[in-house]
């Protein structure tokens, strides 16, 4: 029997980034020292070892990715490796690998990128002035100033940055972008463009923006914490819950990660006590900004309020077997291949079981154990999906391991389990919703609006 702890998808936060060594001089004022070079030698050594580890723990390569190709691709950096780099400078190579992966678990990332962006901002530099989002065809928009505050520049087009042209800056970024699809990339590097910016080009002091090819504007880097940083220090950021007009109400989970998991399960107890009050009948919960995380913040979270009937997680898995996680009668290193057959009873007792309808809005950015969620809920008709679809697989990866590459010091991640949907089913191999609804970043209300316009379908019976 799997064991259900298997299925904890790593945490969206748990994606790390490395820290450029950067010193200050004696003198005053202080100056920033050269940073530490790498041999070649060295980052193709990393380069060897990403690959031997991946081949050595990875359960199914073959789940995201063309073997041909990521020798295609290793070959291509290699060859680029010819030179002395810095930390940042191995990353930008290295990195090229990850769109190969096409898998959001499996990446060549930076260590601690959290830290040392705070860092960054308290030695008084600044990333790039503005929150941006990234349009399906390339286009890349402002959406508030940097942090999330406002700008009168919200809503116009980037066509140059400091004279370089923004898709061909934008196509660079994206070379070196994790995640399954190109739509889940280019969402990612919309919610983190400061971050990768930085690290390929650099924090000027100053910037010069050419809007809609016309325009010219020049701003200060931002001196204040990127969005995504200041959500996930605040659980009022990820957390909201609001009654709305016409019996409905919409519950905000912005990850599925949090230290504190009582005052989560408080706090969302608290949620179905009021729509209980209140005669809700209609529940929107919004994933959009979902990574993953625990999977208990869904079945006991969500699911004991509205389940009416056993359910498991997923199907058949396929697990690499890694030392920590040995089972009696395994062999460390062995591909296991299995069926989940426990079920989660729903707790048909609960005093706030809600039986109204529940939507699931799910965006490009819904993953890992979010998408197990939506699977749950559309597989045994606990509710419908409704959204962006397209831009994670339905077949996830999970466990996520990570080593750090000895010379680099670069982070290497990868999972140690694929989980088929509990239906089973390989199609559609990406989430799709049962209603799909457009999705405007920069009036992110607006698909809630359309969403409540609309009939859910009614439960399963």
């Known amino acids: 029997m799997f064991n259900p702890s298997v299925l904890q998808a790593v945490r969206s936060g748990a994606l790390v980034v490395c820290a450029a060594v950067l010193a200050s001089c004696a003198s005053v004022p202080a100056s920033p020292a050269a940073p530490e070079k790498l041999s070649p030698e060295a980052v193709r050594a990393d380069l060897r070892f990403v690959r031997e580890t991946l081949e050595r723990n990875h359960p199914d390569l073959a789940h995201s990715l063309n073997l041909s190709e990521l020798d295609r691709v290793m070959a291509e950096v290699e060859r680029t490796l010819d030179h002395p780099l810095t930390r940042d400078e191995a990353w930008a190579a290295l990195a090229r690998l990850n769109p190969a992966f096409a898998d959001g678990h499996v990446l060549i990332g930076l260590q601690n990128w959290r830290e040392e962006s705070r860092a960054h901002l308290a030695r008084g530099s600044g990333f790039f002035p503005f929150e941006v989002s990234l349009t399906a065809d390339g286009a890349l928009k402002i959406l508030s100033a940097l942090g999330g505050g406002q700008t009168a520049h919200a809503g116009r087009l980037l066509t140059r940055i400091n004279g370089q042209d923004a898709r061909q800056l934008t196509q660079e970024l994206l070379a070196r972008i994790h995640g399954d699809t190109p739509l889940f990339r280019a969402a990612l590097l919309s919610r983190r463009w400061w971050l990768y910016y930085w690290k390929l080009y650099g924090t000027p002091t100053r910037f010069e923006l050419e809007l809609d090819g016309a325009e010219v504007v020049r701003a200060p880097a931002g001196r204040v914490l990127p969005a995504v940083l200041q959500d996930e220090a605040h659980f ?131 993953y890992s154990s979010a998408v197990l ?32 590459l000895p010379n680099t010091q670069l982070t290497l991640s990868y999972p140690r389990f694929v989980l088929d949907r509990p239906s089973g089913a390989r199609e559609p191999a990406l989430l799709q919703p049962e209603l799909v609804l457009d999705d405007d970043p920069l009036r992110p209300r607006a698909v809630i609006d359309a969403l409540l316009s609309r009939t859910a379908a009614p439960r399963s019976p």
């Open 236 to 366: 009022e950021h990820l957390y909201r819950f609001e009654l709305l007009d016409g019996g409905s109400a919409l519950l905000t989970l912005g990850s599925f990660s949090w230290p504190d998991k009582e005052r989560y399960f408080t706090f969302v107890r608290d949620a179905f006590g009021r729509m209980r009050a209140a005669g809700t009948r209609r529940l929107i919960i919004d994933l959009r900004a979902n990574g993953g995380g625990d999977d208990d913040m869904w079945k006991e979270g969500i699911l004991r309020y509205v389940a009416d009937r056993p359910y498991r997680a997923g199907s058949s898995y396929l697990k690499r077997v890694l030392e920590p996680y040995r089972k009696s009668g395994e062999t460390t290193g062995q591909v296991v291949a299995g069926e989940i057959t426990s079920l989660e009873e729903p707790r048909l007792d609960e005093p706030l079981r809600f039986e109204g309808e529940v939507w699931l809005l799910v965006g490009p950015l819904t």
């Open 373 to 404: 969620f939506s699977n749950v809920v559309q597989d045994y008709g606990f509710g419908a999906v409704a959204g962006e679809g397209g831009a994670a697989r339905v077949r996830q990866s999970g466990g996520v391991q990570s080593v750090v």
